[in-house]
């Protein structure tokens, strides 16, 4: 069984386009988030939704929107995608303070 | 808020040796301390953890340790292997909050 699930695992457009990223997690946690990792591993905090409401969002261009239909998801939408979007993102979840459990990323390539 | 800094950002041991990659933390209200293994193409997992009412903890060939006074902890492991090669991330983050902040990671690549 997979803990955290993102789909697609690779995502490659043109720069201008809306995409977006999937992710499910079945440990019942109550709290998710968004990485991005850059070329260089650093992985930088976007998101965190817990009981599908937002208690953080750093700073973030408003071109990234996540949305959490129940707290088993939380989806990311990217509008007008550019060049330095180019990244992996992951998706986790936890129990608060404790581990994170991250999903296998989604390569994000634009053109 | 809190500032994890972690060294080295690149570490090249044998097979065999020992591996040691250290990190500092800024608040010392940070109590929970994780290490994740990041291996190609694959999202981190957490390999040992240690929360700060205790000093050290091993797991097999992995151990940690904690300094609050100096506010550092260390992950090491010994007898390298090749399948240890990966990007290690430090962590601390508050236990009960929401935010866990990371260090900026150290390639481990261990020889054959």
């Known amino acids: 069984d997979t803990a955290v699930s993102q789909t697609p695992k690779y995502l490659v457009t043109q720069m201008g386009n809306d995409k977006s990223i999937k992710c499910e997690q079945n440990?019942?946690?109550?709290?998710m988030y968004w990485y991005k990792q850059d070329s260089k591993k650093f992985l930088k905090i976007m998101f965190s939704y817990n009981n599908k409401e937002l208690i953080i969002n750093e700073t973030v261009p408003n071109r990234f929107s996540p949305k959490s239909p129940d707290k088993a998801h939380l989806n990311l939408h990217i509008n007008s995608l550019e060049l330095g979007d180019s990244a992996v993102y992951f998706c986790a979840s936890s129990a608060p303070g404790n581990e994170q459990f991250f999903g296998p990323g989604t390569r994000l390539t634009v053109l | 808020g809190e500032n994890v800094e972690q060294h080295p950002s690149t570490l090249s041991v044998q097979e065999g040796d020992s591996a040691v990659i250290k990190c500092t933390y800024s608040d010392s209200a940070s109590n929970y301390f994780p290490w994740y293994k990041q291996e190609l193409g694959k999202g981190p997992q957490l390999i040992i953890d240690i929360r700060s009412n205790v000093g050290e903890k091993k797991d097999q060939r992995i151990a940690v340790t904690l300094n609050k006074t100096a506010k550092h902890f260390s992950l090491h492991i010994t007898e390298t292997q090749p399948e240890d090669s990966a990007v290690y991330f430090c962590a601390a983050m508050i236990e009960g909050s929401y935010i866990p902040t990371f260090g900026r990671g150290t390639s481990l690549i261990v020889h054959p």
């Open positions: 440990l019942g946690h109550d709290t």
